[in-house]
């Protein structure tokens, strides 16, 4: 009983303002063209601003992960030049190649204006033992044949970034 003359309180409390209420326009079906106007423009905005930020999100994804690596595969090829002295040149210009590109997307992601995490400098670290020569050479071929694998990833990723 209490609930039902509750209901019939607040119907005749609002009935006199009930034909008022329907003749006020909703804001946002007034008819003001100006308005309607900046409100499709600000969505478009919002929607290109949200779209930019995602694309920006993407591309410093990939180059952090793409710098994590190369800085991974630098460490992982000191002990690769000692383990193979007679190809030792060639390791020292690989990692020099991954240092230079590990530059280049520091470089770019600074133009970016993306956020950089600067790593403190390692030490030379502890060679792997290996019981022979062979191994050695295998475990050098596994690591060069990754690095070589991660390289190409890298770039199918760069390419897909520039195309953007």
């Known amino acids: 009983a209490v609930p039902t003359a509750l ?25 003001d063209r100006d308005f309607q106007l900046f409100l499709r423009k600000s969505l478009e905005f919002s929607r290109k601003i949200k ?41 020292e210009r690989l990692q020099l190649d991954a240092a230079n590109l590990s530059s280049n997307i520091q470089q770019q992601m600074e133009e970016l204006g993306l956020p950089l995490v600067t790593f403190p400098a390692e ?13 050695e050479q295998v475990g050098s071929f ?16 760069l390419r897909h970034l520039a195309r953007r």
């Open 7 to 31: 209901l019939l309180l607040s119907l005749a409390l609002a009935a006199p303002l009930w034909p008022a209420l329907r003749a006020a326009p909703l804001p946002d079906v007034s008819g």
């Open 51 to 91: 779209g930019d930020v995602a694309a920006l999100q993407d591309v410093d994804a990939c180059l952090e992960q793409i710098g994590r690596g190369l800085r991974a595969f630098e460490r992982a090829l000191r002990p690769v030049r000692e383990l193979l002295p007679a190809h030792g040149h060639l390791v």
């Open 123 to 135: 030490g030379p670290g502890v060679l792997p033992t290996f019981s022979s020569p062979f191994h």
């Open 142 to 157: 596994f690591l060069l044949r990754n690095f070589q694998r991660f390289l190409e990833s890298a770039l199918r990723a």
